[in-house]
C-alpha cells in the first residue's frame, strides 16, 4: 500500500462490501425519516415555495464537499475516515488534536443524528397510534448563553419517547454481528427506502399543480435580511437532510476495491437523493398548498390521506418506520467504526480499539454510541438537528475542506487514485457554505457556544491525554 502518513492498522476487519452495497448504505443513511419530517420545517423557514432553494443550494453544497470525501477517502480507505485524513493533512501536533477532536464530538454529534431518526419513527408511529403523542413529563432548563441572554434546553418525554429509545436499542441489537450479513440486511433496507420514496413522488407527479407548486407570495424574493436568514435556516435544514454521503468513507477498511468505490459510492448517492429530494419537494408542493404543508406534522402521511385516502395514508406511514429505523442502523453502522480506528492508533480511549473475538467488529464502540443515541432520545428533534449539524461544521467540516488544500501544497505526491474534479473551487465553496449555514440562522450564537463549549472540553482532554503519555 502506497505511504500515506497514516498508519494502516485495521487487520481484523473484513472487506466484504462492494459498490452496489455502499451505495445502498450511503443513500439510506442520507434519506431516512429526515426529509419526511423537515419538508414542513423548510417550508416554515421562508414561509413559501422560495423554500425549495434550500434545497438546491443545499445539493450543490453537498456535492462540492463530497468531492473533498470522494479525495480523501479513495487515498486512505480505512477506518475511522476523518480520524485519518486530519492527521494527514495537518502536521504534528495539530493534526493529533484535530483527530482527537473529531472524534470527540462525534461522541455527541453522532447520537444526536441517530436520536434524530429513532425520534422521527416515534413521530410517524403517532399517526398511527395517536397515544404515543401524550405528554408525560416536561422540564426547561435554563443556560446563560454570553452575548444572546438566557436560553432554555427543552426535555419533554412522551409515550414515544420510550418507543424511540427501542429503536436504537433493536439497531444495536441487529448490528450485533458480522459486516457480510449487514451488507445484505442494507440491501434489503435500501428496497424499502427507495421504493416508499419513488411512490411518493409518482402520486404528487401524476396530480401535479404547477400554479400551486410556485405560488410565490409578493417579495418573496427579495434581497432583504429576512431572506437571508431564512435561507441560512434552510440550508442547515437541507445540509441535515443530504448528510450521510460520506458514510462509506467510515467503513474504508471494510470496502472492496476501495479506490474506485468510494468516489463513486459518494458521488452517486448524492445525485439520485438529490434528484429525489428535488422531485419530492416540488410534487409535494403541487399538490397541496404550501400553507398546509408548513403545518403537517406527518406530511408524508397527511399528503397521500389527500391523494390515496386512509389506507394509503396508514401504508406510507408504516413505511415510514421502515425509512427511519434503515437509516438509524446505517448511522450506527458507520459511526461505530471511527472511535475504534482513533482509539487503535493510540489516538482515543484504549477500550474503543476491542474487537469482537469471534464477530469481528468493534463492539465496545457500537455499544457506547447506541447507548449514548438512547439518552438523547429524551431532547426535542429541532434541538437534536441544529445541536448536532452546528458541532460537526465547527468541529470537523470547516478544518477538513480546508485541509484538503494544505494537503495537497504540503504533499504533492500523495497518492490521490481520484481527484477533486475543477480543484480548488469546490472544496472552497464548501468551506463558505458551511460557514454561511452556521452563521446567517436563526439564534446562531446559542449553537456556535456549544459547538465551542464541545471543542473546549475535547481541548482539554487531549492536552491532559498528552501530557499523561509524556510522563508515562
Given at each position: 500500500?502506497?505511504?500515506?502518513?497514516?498508519?494502516?492498522?485495521?487487520?481484523?476487519?473484513?472487506?466484504?462490501?462492494?459498490?452496489?452495497?455502499?451505495?445502498?448504505?450511503?443513500?439510506?443513511?442520507?434519506?431516512?425519516?429526515?426529509?419526511?419530517?423537515?419538508?414542513?420545517?423548510?417550508?416554515?423557514?421562508?414561509?413559501?415555495?422560495?423554500?425549495?432553494?434550500?434545497?438546491?443550494?443545499?445539493?450543490?453544497?453537498?456535492?462540492?464537499?463530497?468531492?473533498?470525501?470522494?479525495?480523501?477517502?479513495?487515498?486512505?480507505?480505512?477506518?475511522?475516515?476523518?480520524?485519518?485524513?486530519?492527521?494527514?493533512?495537518?502536521?504534528?501536533?495539530?493534526?493529533?488534536?484535530?483527530?482527537?477532536?473529531?472524534?470527540?464530538?462525534?461522541?455527541?454529534?453522532?447520537?444526536?443524528s441517530m436520536a434524530s431518526g429513532c425520534i422521527g419513527f416515534a413521530q410517524y408511529a403517532g399517526y398511527l397510534w395517536p397515544s404515543l403523542m401524550n405528554t408525560i413529563a416536561s422540564t426547561k432548563l435554563p443556560i446563560p448563553i454570553?452575548?444572546?441572554?438566557?436560553?432554555?434546553?427543552?426535555?419533554?418525554?412522551?409515550?414515544?419517547?420510550?418507543?424511540?429509545?427501542?429503536?436504537?436499542?433493536?439497531?444495536?441489537?441487529?448490528?450485533?454481528?458480522?459486516?457480510?450479513?449487514?451488507?445484505?440486511?442494507?440491501?434489503?433496507?435500501?428496497?424499502?427506502?427507495?421504493?416508499?420514496?419513488?411512490?411518493?413522488?409518482?402520486?404528487?407527479?401524476?396530480?401535479?399543480?404547477?400554479?400551486?407548486?410556485?405560488?410565490?407570495?409578493?417579495?418573496?424574493?427579495?434581497?432583504?435580511?429576512?431572506?437571508?436568514?431564512?435561507?441560512?435556516?434552510?440550508?442547515?435544514?437541507?445540509?441535515?437532510?443530504?448528510?450521510?454521503?460520506?458514510?462509506?468513507?467510515?467503513?474504508?477498511?471494510?470496502?472492496?476495491?476501495?479506490?474506485?468505490?468510494?468516489?463513486?459510492?459518494i458521488l452517486l448517492s448524492i445525485v439520485g437523493v438529490a434528484a429525489m429530494y428535488l422531485t419530492m419537494n416540488i410534487s409535494i408542493l403541487g399538490s397541496m398548498p404550501w400553507q398546509e404543508v408548513e403545518k403537517s406534522t406527518f406530511?408524508?402521511?397527511?399528503?397521500?390521506?389527500?391523494?390515496?385516502?386512509?389506507?394509503?395514508?396508514?401504508?406510507?406511514?408504516?413505511?415510514?418506520?421502515?425509512?427511519?429505523?434503515?437509516?438509524?442502523?446505517?448511522?450506527?453502522?458507520?459511526?461505530?467504526?471511527?472511535?475504534?480506528?482513533?482509539?487503535?492508533?493510540?489516538?482515543?480511549?484504549?477500550?474503543?480499539?476491542?474487537?469482537?473475538?469471534?464477530?469481528?467488529?468493534?463492539?465496545?464502540?457500537?455499544?457506547?454510541?447506541?447507548?449514548?443515541?438512547?439518552?438523547?432520545?429524551?431532547?426535542?428533534?429541532?434541538?437534536?438537528?441544529?445541536?448536532?449539524?452546528?458541532?460537526?461544521?465547527?468541529?470537523?467540516?470547516?478544518?477538513?475542506?480546508?485541509?484538503?488544500?494544505?494537503?495537497?501544497?504540503?504533499?504533492?505526491?500523495?497518492?490521490?487514485?481520484?481527484?477533486?474534479?475543477?480543484?480548488?473551487?469546490?472544496?472552497?465553496?464548501?468551506?463558505?457554505?458551511?460557514?454561511?449555514?452556521?452563521?446567517?440562522?436563526?439564534?446562531?450564537?446559542?449553537?456556535?457556544?456549544?459547538?465551542?463549549?464541545?471543542?473546549?472540553?475535547?481541548?482539554?482532554?487531549?492536552?491532559?491525554?498528552?501530557?499523561?503519555?509524556?510522563?508515562?
Amino acid at each position: 500500500m502506497a505511504d500515506t502518513g497514516v498508519r494502516e492498522s485495521t487487520d481484523h476487519l473484513v472487506r466484504g462490501i462492494g459498490l452496489g452495497e455502499a451505495t445502498a448504505l450511503n443513500m439510506i443513511d442520507m434519506i431516512g425519516v429526515g426529509p419526511f419530517i423537515t419538508i414542513p420545517l423548510m417550508v416554515a423557514t421562508m414561509h413559501g415555495p422560495q423554500a425549495m432553494l434550500g434545497w438546491v443550494l443545499g445539493a450543490v453544497l453537498v456535492m462540492c464537499d463530497g468531492m473533498v470525501w470522494a479525495e480523501l477517502g479513495a487515498a486512505m480507505p480505512q477506518a475511522g475516515g476523518p480520524v485519518r485524513y486530519l492527521r494527514a493533512m495537518y502536521p504534528g501536533r495539530a493534526g493529533r488534536w484535530l483527530s482527537f477532536l473529531f472524534v470527540w464530538q462525534l461522541t455527541f454529534s453522532a447520537p444526536l443524528s441517530m436520536a434524530s431518526g429513532c425520534i422521527g419513527f416515534a413521530q410517524y408511529a403517532g399517526y398511527l397510534w395517536p397515544s404515543l403523542m401524550n405528554t408525560i413529563a416536561s422540564t426547561k432548563l435554563p443556560i446563560p448563553i454570553p452575548g444572546a441572554g438566557d436560553t432554555t434546553i427543552e426535555f419533554t418525554i412522551t409515550n414515544g419517547t420510550f418507543l424511540a429509545m427501542g429503536v436504537a436499542a433493536f439497531a444495536v441489537l441487529l448490528l450485533y454481528r458480522r459486516i457480510t450479513v449487514i451488507g445484505r440486511m442494507a440491501a434489503f433496507l435500501w428496497i424499502g427506502v427507495v421504493g416508499t420514496t419513488l411512490w411518493i413522488i409518482a402520486s404528487g407527479v401524476t396530480h401535479f399543480n404547477a400554479a400551486q407548486a410556485f405560488s410565490f407570495s409578493p417579495g418573496a424574493f427579495e434581497l432583504t435580511p429576512a431572506f437571508f436568514t431564512g435561507l441560512g435556516a434552510a440550508l442547515l435544514i437541507a445540509v441535515y437532510d443530504y448528510w450521510g454521503y460520506y458514510n462509506v468513507c467510515y467503513l474504508g477498511a471494510e470496502i472492496r476495491d476501495p479506490a474506485r468505490v468510494i468516489p463513486r459510492a459518494i458521488l452517486l448517492s448524492i445525485v439520485g437523493v438529490a434528484a429525489m429530494y428535488l422531485t419530492m419537494n416540488i410534487s409535494i408542493l403541487g399538490s397541496m398548498p404550501w400553507q398546509e404543508v408548513e403545518k403537517s406534522t406527518f406530511i408524508a402521511s397527511d399528503f397521500m390521506a389527500r391523494i390515496w385516502g386512509p389506507t394509503a395514508a396508514n401504508i406510507v406511514t408504516v413505511l415510514m418506520l421502515w425509512t427511519a429505523f434503515a437509516s438509524v442502523f446505517s448511522l450506527l453502522l458507520g459511526y461505530s467504526r471511527v472511535p475504534y480506528a482513533a482509539a487503535l492508533d493510540g489516538d482515543y480511549f484504549p477500550v474503543f480499539a476491542r474487537v469482537h473475538p469471534t464477530l469481528q467488529f468493534p463492539h465496545v464502540s457500537l455499544l457506547v454510541l447506541g447507548s449514548a443515541a438512547i439518552v438523547f432520545c429524551l431532547f426535542r428533534l429541532a434541538d437534536v438537528v441544529t445541536a448536532l449539524v452546528v458541532i460537526r461544521i465547527m468541529t470537523q467540516f470547516l478544518a477538513q475542506t480546508l485541509g484538503i488544500i494544505v494537503l495537497r501544497t504540503r504533499r504533492p505526491d500523495f497518492p490521490r487514485p481520484f481527484r477533486m474534479w475543477l480543484y480548488p473551487v469546490p472544496a472552497l465553496l464548501a468551506f463558505v457554505g458551511y460557514l454561511y449555514t452556521v452563521v446567517m440562522r436563526p439564534k446562531s450564537i446559542q449553537s456556535i457556544w456549544l459547538a465551542v463549549l464541545v471543542a473546549l472540553l475535547g481541548t482539554i482532554l487531549f492536552f491532559a491525554r498528552s501530557r499523561e503519555r509524556a510522563a508515562a
